[in-house]
């Protein structure tokens, strides 16, 4: 029914906004195409997956440790490593992110093998029926958390003394090195929360989705795919594209069959590249949110 179909389109626009925010996050603020964010939700799924295994950690009480080990890996990832070819061209940030993907994808080779994986805790096939509508618990509380992790990445970057030290670096990083801000460090932890957030949503996915070594490819197209039609750099944007994109998705099952769900996405996708390069919701200046 597309009454279902809509409500999947809500409730997975979470996630995709989730995914998003840090991708868009790290382009608005060091014009850096990152190519790590789909191996460290990979990653972060993986991870969870084994605290399950191993401790029998709730997947989502997970949450709070991945996202601070991930913190700490993007914030020493970005201060030894990407700062160093901030000044370089594009094509050699690119060529550095693509290479530390490629060793986070033969980590989880080493460790975990070509096998199918899944978290499963024992809520995982529980649903609420409205009428002719299921609604999976599973993918509710994604949303809410979702939705949390958007507000307070809000409020961060609008109300505290880092966030606004991240802005005026992404606005302009010389004026914001004159009055005191050590963009370095600024640039660290902006990687620092991207990776956090991206290892949130991959917690998150786990629960709903197969983990294979191959799926950072899909989730960092699903990244790149959201942040363009919302505006690269533009949180609100993220929001909006990740909605876009799921609507998209969920209707084009609906009515074409889900053989087309990726072609309707990337579709979409290359409209706004044609028609509206600044994506849906468009702003002059990466600080703005």
């Known amino acids: 029914m597309i009454a279902q179909e809509i409500l999947n389109a809500i409730l997975i626009g979470g996630i995709y906004a989730s995914i998003g925010i840090g991708f868009s996050l790290v382009y608005g603020v060091m014009n850096l195409l990152n190519l790590v964010h789909g191996a460290v939700i990979m990653l972060a799924g993986y991870v969870t997956y084994a605290m399950f295994r191993a401790w029998g950690l709730d997947p989502f009480l997970s949450i709070p440790v991945t996202m601070a080990l991930f913190f700490a890996f993007g914030y020493l990832v ?3 490593l990407i700062n160093r070819i901030l000044a370089a061209s594009v094509l050699m940030s690119l060529i550095l992110t693509y290479g530390i993907d490629l060793v986070l994808v033969n980590v989880v080779l080493l460790v975990w093998k070509t096998d199918l994986l899944a978290v499963t805790p024992a809520y995982a096939g529980a649903s609420w029926t409205v009428g002719s509508v299921v609604v999976s618990k599973v993918r509710v509380g994604i949303f809410l958390v979702s939705a949390l992790l958007t507000v307070l990445m809000y409020l961060f970057l609008d109300r505290t003394r880092t966030g606004n030290a991240i802005k005026a670096a992404a606005l302009d990083r010389e004026a914001a090195q004159l009055v005191g801000v050590d963009t370095m460090k600024i640039y660290a932890i902006t990687y620092g929360i991207s990776s956090a957030l991206a290892a949130a949503s991959g917690s ?3 629960t709903i989705y197969t983990l294979t070594p191959t799926i950072d490819g899909i989730y960092l197209g699903k990244a790149f795919v959201v942040a363009i ?6 949180i609100t944007g993220a929001v909006v594209g990740g909605l876009a994109l799921s609507f998209a998705e969920s209707l084009g099952v609906f009515f ?20 509206r390069p600044y994506g849906l919701v468009g702003r002059r200046f990466y600080a703005e949110i």
């Open 78 to 80: 970005q201060r030894l």
């Open 256 to 275: 074409l069959g889900p053989s087309y769900q990726e072609v309707i996405g990337f579709s979409i996708f290359l409209l706004v590249l044609i028609f």
């Open 204 to 206: 998150m996915l786990a």
């Open 229 to 234: 039609l919302g505006g690269l750099g533009n």
